[in-house]
């Protein structure tokens, strides 16, 4: 039961991680509108693939977690 508790933990962990970091990004309108994300608009179909930003928030979680990875060292 032990084990069961601690997933717990960690999933509502990251539950809330994904939240709060949806609240941040909601004050930045340029994310999901970088220019190289593409954008298809024919008749009634849409569709959106955020490429660039993506890659950008990519490479923003890597240093940040290199960083985190080295500080705890």
């Known amino acids: 039961m032990q084990n069961w508790g601690w997933i717990l933990l960690a999933s509502g962990g990251l539950i809330c991680t994904v939240g709060i970091g949806l609240l941040i990004a909601s004050r930045f ?3 999901g509108r970088l220019p190289g994300d593409i954008r298809i608009e024919e008749g009634g179909v849409r569709f959106y693939f955020p490429l660039v930003t993506c890659i950008v928030l990519s490479v923003l979680l890597s240093a940040i977690l290199s ?3 080295l500080w705890w060292r």
Do not use: G
Request: proline letters at 0%.
């Open 29 to 31: 309108s340029w994310l």
């Open 67 to 69: 960083i985190a990875r």
